[in-house]
């Protein structure tokens, strides 16, 4: 099991940037797949980008070429650099393992975007 804390949230007007961070602890961190979801109001939680142990990367076709996924196993941690962003960007965002499987989710990150 890895238990996440996210933290980095907050409120931004469109076109900023934000920079999320999750720090995950469990002795497996630095060998398994790492990811970003999002949950916007009414919606379902969606996969935003991912992160192997070896550090490939694959993003969702809405945040490719704005958001950069990228970790530090020394430290346990992932971290969501979120650049141009939309007031659709606005959402809980959480980290899990990757495919999530049956660990359980931490309180996420408020984001908010505003226009």
């Known amino acids: 099991q890895v238990q996440p804390v996210e933290s980095g949230g907050g409120l931004v007007q469109a076109g900023g940037s934000l920079r999320l961070s999750c720090a995950a602890s469990g002795n497996i961190f630095g060998i398994i797949s790492m990811a970003w979801y999002r949950q916007a109001p009414g919606s379902q939680r969606e996969l935003v980008a991912s992160?192997?142990?070896?550090?490939?990367?694959n993003y969702a076709y809405f945040v490719k070429g704005r958001f950069t996924i990228s970790r530090d196993n020394a430290k346990n941690t992932v971290y969501l650099q979120m650049n141009s962003l939309k007031p659709e960007d606005t959402a809980v965002y959480y980290c899990n393992v990757y495919p999530v499987g049956i660990n359980s989710w931490g309180q996420g990150t408020q984001v908010i975007v505003s226009s």
């Open positions: 992160i192997t142990s070896g550090g490939s990367t």
